[in-house]
Each structure stands twice: as C-alpha cells, then as structure tokens.
C-alpha cells in the first residue's frame, strides 16, 4: 500500500513537471513585435515632437490598446530617426505581461529625449535600421515596423529596397503619414506606394495635433489584426 501510495504521489508532480514547460512556452508566447519609428528630423520642431511622444504615451495607456498588447504578450521597441547615420534605438524591446508593463513603457515614451535636429530624412535607412532589431525578438509570431514622418525620403534613396529587404525577412511595414491641413495627401501616398508591405496600410494624420488619434487608430489596428 504504501508503495502505490508513493507511485501515486510521484506520477503526480512528475505529470506536472513534464506538462509545465509546454504550459508556460504556451502562456508565454509573444503575438506581436511592433517597433515604432518616429520621425525627428529637421521639419519636426520641438512642439511637433512634443505631440508625437504624448501621443505615443497615450496610444500605450489606452485602455483597448493595453487589453491588445497584454492578450498577444507584445514586445515593444521604440527607434527615433532622421537623416544618414541618424538613427537610434530609444527604448529597446520590452514585453507587455501585464498592465504594469505597460505603464512602464508609457512613462518611458513620454519622458524621451530627443535624439537628433536639424537633419534630413532618410526613410530607407530608418527602415533598414529598424529591421535589424528583429533578432532578438524571433519568437514572436509577427514583427512589424511602424513608422510615422511627415515628408518622404530626400536622402539616400533607399527605401524601395529597405522595404523589400525587410519583406524578406518576414516583417510588416506600415505607416502615420503626417499632413498639412490641406487637402492634399502627397505623405500617405508616398508611404503607400514606397514604404508599407503588401497587405499593409497607412493612416493620415491631419497635422501633429491629429498624431494622437492616428497612433490610437494604428496601433489598435495593429494589435487586433487576426491571426493568419
């Protein structure tokens, strides 16, 4: 009897044992790595970028926005960019678990400074920047770069190529195009038509003071996009 008794005991937490690794690899996987690209280069003054890190700020204490990157374990990763070697990597890849996590990132995006002035504005480079990011994030199921400006490329010329290198790898691209007040939209076509993936889309902020409504709208649609 007593030895039954200990078979029992011991099949039991060794059940367990063997279950658990699944169960936290399961528990544990990461939905989504979203690396956020903003613009600073030299026509974004300092209200303007004031307005892009309250409304990255915002986007990340979002109630909806906080429920979606909890639900994915999302990783998130912030890149600050302008012209030729400008480039830098602001907030490295952090995991959303829970809501605490979350409220960390925010309080971080809000306090950035900001990296570069008076530069250019080299999309492809940025892209390409942001896209070497992505090793240290391979486990999660899709990577995602969004990047937000407010004039196309006039530097380097690269970015058909940067996208079509990161399609490669695997990673989508989409896009804050950041407008006059006109009517007009020559930003959201040309991120349209040069920088985001296929299947990907581009939303239009009329001016910076517009930013914080778009980045809600994006990343929403980034984080609840059903899976494949």
């Given at each position: 009897m007593r030895l039954n008794a200990t078979l029992r005991w011991l099949k039991g937490p060794c059940l367990v044992a063997g279950l658990l690794p699944g169960l936290i690899s399961a528990a544990a996987a990461c939905d989504t790595a979203l690396l956020l690209a903003i613009d600073i280069s030299g026509s974004i003054d300092?209200?303007?970028?004031?307005?892009?890190?309250r409304g990255l700020a915002e986007g990340l204490e979002d109630p909806e926005i906080v429920d979606a990157l909890v639900a994915g374990q999302s990783a998130i990763?912030?890149?600050q960019w302008s012209g030729i070697g400008a480039q830098a990597v602001v907030i490295p890849w952090q995991r959303i678990f829970g809501a605490g996590d979350a409220a960390r990132l925010s309080a971080a995006a809000r306090a950035l400074p900001r990296s570069f002035r008076a530069?250019?504005?080299a999309v492809g480079q940025a892209i390409d920047v942001s896209a070497a990011q992505f090793p240290a994030v391979a486990d999660c199921r899709r990577k995602?770069?969004?990047i937000s400006g407010d004039g196309p490329e006039n530097v380097g010329f690269t970015v058909g190529q940067a996208r079509q290198r990161a399609e490669v790898q695997g990673i989508e691209i989409n896009a804050i195009a950041i407008e006059d007040m006109g009517v007009s939209t020559p930003i959201t076509n040309f991120y349209l038509r040069w920088a985001v993936t296929k299947g990907g889309f581009v939303i239009t902020?009329?001016?910076l003071r517009d930013y914080p409504r778009a980045m809600r709208e994006k990343l929403l649609r980034e984080l609840t996009k059903p899976a494949a």
């Open positions: 300092a209200a303007e970028y004031d307005l892009q890190i990763s912030v890149v530069s250019e504005t995602v770069i969004d902020a009329r001016g």
